[in-house]
C-alpha cells in the first residue's frame, strides 16, 4: 500500500491543504461545514486567494457557483461591491450592537426606524443582508467588543438604499428577522 502512494506522490512534492466544495453549490449559497472539506494539493498549483482553513469559508455567502472538487476562492465570495442583479449595496448602522450577531449573509430583514411617540416606521423591507463586517481581533481571545451602531451591509432596490443612505447614522435603526 505505502508503495502505491509513493508511486502517487513523487518524493519532494509540497502540497498544503486548501478548502473545496464538497458538491456542486449555487450561487448564493451561505457555506456550511458539509458544503466544504480541506484537500491536499501541490502547493505550486495553489492560486493566490485559495481558502486554506475552514474558518476561512464556513459562514460566508458565495456570489458565484462552484463545482465538486472545485477550491473556494476569495474572489467568489459575495462583498459589497458591483451587483449583477439591478440591487445596490448600502451599509447601514443597528442600534442594537448585538442585533447583527443575529445576522447571516443571504438573511431577509426588515430595516425600522424608531419614531419619538414610542412607534416604528419601517425603511426598508425584504433586504437581504451581504455582509457583517466583523473586527479585526485585537490580539486577545476572539473579536474586540461591539460598540453601539454595528455596521452591517444590505441589498435592496435603488430607492430604499438611497433612503437608507440619507439616513447616515440616525439612531434608533432596528431589525426584523423574516
Not at 60 to 89: K, M, N, Q, Y
Request: net charge negative; no cysteine; aromatic share 2%.
Amino acid at each position: 500500500m505505502l508503495l502505491a502512494l509513493a508511486t502517487l506522490r513523487p518524493s519532494g512534492l509540497d502540497t498544503a491543504g486548501v478548502v473545496v466544495a464538497s458538491a456542486d453549490l449555487p450561487p448564493g449559497t451561505t457555506l456550511t461545514a458539509d458544503d466544504v472539506s480541506i484537500t491536499e494539493m501541490p502547493a505550486a498549483y495553489i492560486s493566490p486567494g485559495t481558502a486554506t482553513t475552514l474558518d476561512d469559508a464556513v459562514g460566508r455567502t458565495i456570489a458565484a457557483g462552484i463545482g465538486a472538487g472545485e477550491p473556494v476562492t476569495e474572489s467568489r465570495f459575495v462583498t459589497s461591491g458591483p451587483r449583477t442583479d439591478g440591487l445596490h449595496t448600502v451599509p447601514v448602522r443597528l442600534a442594537d450592537p448585538e442585533a447583527a450577531d443575529l445576522l447571516s449573509p443571504g438573511t431577509t430583514i426588515d430595516l425600522v426606524l424608531a419614531t419619538g411617540d414610542a412607534g416604528a416606521r419601517v425603511i426598508a423591507e425584504g433586504a437581504q443582508v451581504v455582509t457583517i463586517p466583523r473586527r479585526a481581533s485585537s490580539g486577545g481571545l476572539g473579536e474586540g467588543p461591539r460598540s453601539a451602531g454595528s455596521l452591517i451591509v444590505v441589498a435592496t432596490d435603488r430607492r430604499t438604499a438611497v433612503a437608507l443612505a440619507a439616513m447616515g447614522t440616525q439612531p434608533g435603526l432596528g431589525v426584523v428577522l423574516r
